[in-house]
C-alpha cells in the first residue's frame, strides 16, 4: 500500500520542486555550459526496478578533454555542483517519468549486474532513489558491501517515517559535505566494484613488482587506472562477495585483455571458427573442445581440448580448469543437450567472471522440449505448428491433447487422408528432445502412420520394461515453480506434469508445414536482454542440421516477430529461429539458443555478432543496430576436406 502512495508522492513533490527550483537549474544550466562545455547533461544507463535499464541524468561536472588525467577534467563549478549534490537535480525528470524515487537505493553501474549476489540483487526490488540509507550512513566513505546492507535493509524495512528520516538527514550531510569523494563522472563516486581491502591487496602487490601497469593506455589518474586494469584483469566476485582472480593470483595484461572465447563440442564447425578467428583479428583466440579427437575444428581453432562426454560428472571442471588454462573470457556450445548443462552451472563460470552466451536455466530446458516449447508458445499466442504427444494405448493413456475418442499412437483418421489429429496428412513424427532434426520423420498416410505406431510402441515397451526391472515406478517430474519472476515460474510450469515425465512421450506428433522455410539468426544483448541484431534467410535448399542453399531477405513484420518471441525467454547471446511464412503468418517452429548453422551465412554478409560479445565482456550494453545486409543473395554452402595425422 505504502508503495503505491509513495509513487504519487514522488511524482508530485518532483513536479513541484522541478517548478520551484526552475531558476536555479536555468543558472546552473548556464554556468554549465560556459565553464564545463556541452552537452549540459551528462547521461547514463543504469539498472533500475527489477534490473530494468534507464537513463540517468546529472549536470555535466568534467571538461570534454580526453588527453588530461580525470582529476584535472573536473572543473571548479563541477566540484561545487557535487560536494552540494546540485548535480543531482535533474533526476528530477526521472522520478517524474517513474524511473527513480526520491528515497531509495542509488543506482550503480549497468556493469556490476552479474557481479551481485542473490541478496545484493534485492536492492533493485523497489526503485532506485535519489537518495538513500547508504548515502545518510556514510555516503562514499563507506565500502560496497556496507552500502549494499544498507540497501537490504531499507527494502525490507521501507515505510514513510524511515523515508522521512532519510530526506532530513541527506539534508544535513550535504550542508556538512560528509562523505564526498572526487570520481569520475561516468561512474559512482567510488567507480569501481571492489572492496577496499582488496584494493589494498592490488596496490601492494603493485608496489612488490609482480604486477606492471601501463597507466598512459588508460589517460587516466594512476590510481583509476589501477583500478580500471584490475577490473579488466581478472578480479572475480565469489558468493560470498569476496574477491579474487580464477588462479588466486594477478595475470598479466597481455593475456588477460585477449578476448578468448570457448566454443565447447565445436565437432565440424570449421567455418564458424574461421570467421570468429577472423573477427577477432588477433585480438583474442579461439579455443575449442570436443569429445572426439577428430573433430575437423580442432586443426583450425588456435587451440583444442579433448575433453569427456557432456554426460561425465567431470565435464564442468574440465571446462573451469580450460577457462583458467587460457584466460576465457565468454563460453558458448554448438549442441543443444549441452546448454542445458551449462545454465546449470552459470554461477561457476561468473565466479571466474566468464561471459556465458547461454540462456537461462529455465529457457535452455524449455527450447529442448519440443512439446513444453508447443504449450508455452501458445498460451501466449505466439503461432507455432499445431503438435500433440505420441502416447500409446498400450499404457492406458488418454490424453486431453489428442483428439476425441481418438489415442494418439492408435488408430488414425477417416478415409487415410485426415489424420485424426485437426489436420491433415502428411505430418510429422519427431524426437520430443531432438536435435537438429535428427530422428525426424514425414508421414504421408495412415497407413505409414500405422507402421511408425506399432515401431515407437515396441521401443517404449522395451523401455518400460527396462525400467521396471530397474525399480522404476513413477515417471512424473517434480517441478517447483518459482516464484521470484512471473514468466519464469510460468516456464517452469511447462516443464513438468505426469505426461510431460511418462516414458511414453518420448515423441510428438507435428502438424506438416509447407510454407516457405525461414531461419533468422540472432543476437540478445547479455546484459539488457533486448534485440540487438538479426539476419534473415529463406531456405532452398536444406539437409539434416542445417541448409545448403538460401537467400537473404528483410522485413519489418518478422523483426518485430521476433522482438515479441524474445520477450517471452531470457536469452543471452546468438540465437537461431527456426520458421515458416504461411498463409500471410510467420509461424514458430524452433529455438535454438546458440550459434546456428546458419549463422556462416549472416556472418558472409557483414552481419557479425563478435562486436557484440567483446562489449558484453567488458559490461557494456549493445545498441539496437540497423538491420543493414543486402537482400535476395543467395548463399551456398559446400563440404571441404581436412587432414589430420596419423592413427
Not at 574477491?243 to 570457448?262: A, D, K, V
Not at 535448399?541 to 524474445?566: P, R, Y
Amino acid at each position: 500500500m505504502y508503495t503505491y502512495i509513495k509513487n504519487i508522492l514522488d511524482c508530485f513533490f518532483a513536479v513541484l520542486l522541478l517548478i520551484i527550483l526552475s531558476p536555479l537549474l536555468v543558472i546552473i544550466a548556464i554556468l554549465v555550459k560556459v565553464f564545463n562545455g556541452s552537452p549540459i547533461l551528462f547521461k547514463q544507463e543504469r539498472p533500475g526496478y527489477q534490473e530494468k535499464i534507464f537513463t540517468i541524468y546529472k549536470f555535466r561536472t568534467m571538461v570534454d578533454k580526453p588527453d588530461l588525467i580525470e582529476k584535472e577534467r573536473i572543473t571548479k563549478l563541477g566540484k561545487f555542483l557535487r560536494e552540494t549534490s546540485l548535480d543531482e537535480l535533474p533526476e528530477l525528470i526521472n522520478i517524474i517519468k517513474g524511473e527513480m524515487s526520491f528515497v531509495g537505493p542509488r543506482p550503480l553501474l549497468v556493469k556490476y549486474l552479474p557481479l551481485y549476489n542473490n541478496k545484493q540483487k534485492r536492492r533493485h526490488n523497489v526503485k532506485p532513489g535519489l537518495t538513500g540509507l547508504a548515502q545518510v550512513k556514510g555516503r562514499n566513505a563507506i565500502s560496497f558491501e556496507e552500502r549494499f546492507e544498507y540497501d537490504v535493509y531499507y527494502v525490507d524495512n521501507m515505510s514513510f517515517v524511515l523515508d522521512l528520516r532519510i530526506v532530513f538527514l541527506t539534508f544535513w550531510k550535504i550542508i556538512k559535505r560528509e562523505g564526498v569523494e572526487e570520481s569520475a563522472e561516468f561512474g559512482v563516486r567510488s567507480d569501481e566494484f571492489l572492496t577496499q581491502s582488496f584494493r589494498e591487496k592490488a596496490q601492494s602487490t603493485q608496489r612488490e613488482g609482480s604486477y606492471k601497469l601501463q597507466v598512459t593506455s588508460y589517460k587516466k589518474s594512476p590510481p583509476q587506472a589501477q583500478r580500471q586494469a584490475l577490473a579488466l584483469h581478472g578480479w572475480g566476485r565469489k558468493r560470498n562477495s569476496e574477491f579474487r582472480t580464477p588462479n588466486s593470483e594477478l595475470r598479466t595484461p597481455n593475456s588477460e585483455l585477449r578476448t578468448n572465447i570457448l566454443l565447447t563440442s565445436a565437432g565440424r564447425r570449421v567455418k564458424l571458427v574461421q570467421q570468429l578467428k577472423q573477427s577477432l583479428n588477433g585480438r583474442g583466440n579461439i579455443v575449442v573442445t570436443d569429445a572426439d579427437k577428430t573433430a575437423p575444428v580442432m586443426y583450425f581453432a588456435d587451440k583444442g581440448y579433448v575433453v569427456p562426454l557432456i554426460t561425465d560428472e567431470n565435464y564442468i571442471n574440465n571446462l573451469l580448469d580450460i577457462c583458467d588454462k587460457e584466460n576465457i573470457r565468454a563460453i558458448t556450445t554448438l549442441i543443444d543437450p549441452e546448454i542445458e548443462i551449462l545454465a546449470k552451472h552459470r554461477d561457476l563460470f561468473l565466479e571466474k567472471e566468464i561471459l556465458l552466451l547461454i540462456p537461462s536455466y529455465e529457457t535452455a530446458r524449455l527450447c529442448f522440449d519440443k512439446y513444453s516449447m508447443y504449450e508455452y508458445l501458445t498460451e501466449n499466442k505466439i503461432d507455432t505448428p499445431k503438435t500433440y504427444l505420441f502416447l500409446s494405448a498400450e499404457f492406458g493413456v488418454r490424453s486431453s491433447i489428442c483428439p476425441p475418442h481418438e489415442a494418439c499412437g492408435v488408430g488414425g483418421g477417416g478415409g487415410g487422408k485426415s489424420s485424426g489429429f485437426g489436420f491433415d496428412y502428411p505430418v510429422f513424427i519427431k524426437p520430443r528432445y531432438g536435435s537438429g532434426g535428427v530422428g525426424a520423420r514425414k508421414v504421408n498416410s495412415e497407413a505409414e502412420y500405422g507402421v511408425w505406431s506399432f515401431f515407437l510402441t515396441q521401443r517404449r515397451q522395451r523401455r518400460h520394461r527396462e525400467h521396471r526391472e530397474m525399480g522404476v515406478t513413477s515417471y512424473k517430474l517434480q517441478v517447483t515453480r518459482n516464484p521470484a519472476r512471473k514468466h519464469r515460474g510460468k516456464l517452469w510450469h511447462y516443464m513438468g506434469g505426469a505426461e510431460s515425465g511418462t516414458p511414453n512421450s518420448e515423441f510428438i506428433i507435428q502438424e506438416f508445414m509447407d510454407g516457405e522455410n525461414i531461419s533468422v539468426d540472432a543476437y540478445i544483448d547479455c546484459i539488457s536482454g533486448e534485440l540487438i541484431s538479426m539476419f534473415c534467410k529463406k531456405k532452398i535448399e536444406s539437409k539434416i542440421g542445417g541448409a545448403n542453399k538460401v537467400i537473404t531477405f528483410k522485413d519489418n513484420k518478422l523483426t518485430a516477430f521476433i522482438k515479441d518471441i524474445c520477450r517471452l525467454f531470457q536469452f543471452k547471446g546468438p540465437v537461431d529461429f527456426d520458421l515458416f511464412y504461411q498463409e500471410g503468418r510467420y509461424i514458430l517452429c524452433e529455438i535454438n539458443p546458440r550459434f546456428g548453422g546458419g549463422y556462416v551465412y549472416a556472418h558472409a554478409m557483414g552481419v557479425d555478432f563478435v562486436p557484440y560479445i567483446m562489449n558484453n565482456i567488458e559490461g557494456r550494453i549493445n545498441k539496437e543496430t540497423e538491420i543493414d545486409y543486402e537482400e535476395n543473395v543467395i548463399l551456398m554452402m559446400w563440404d571441404d576436406v581436412v587432414r589430420g595425422s596419423r592413427g
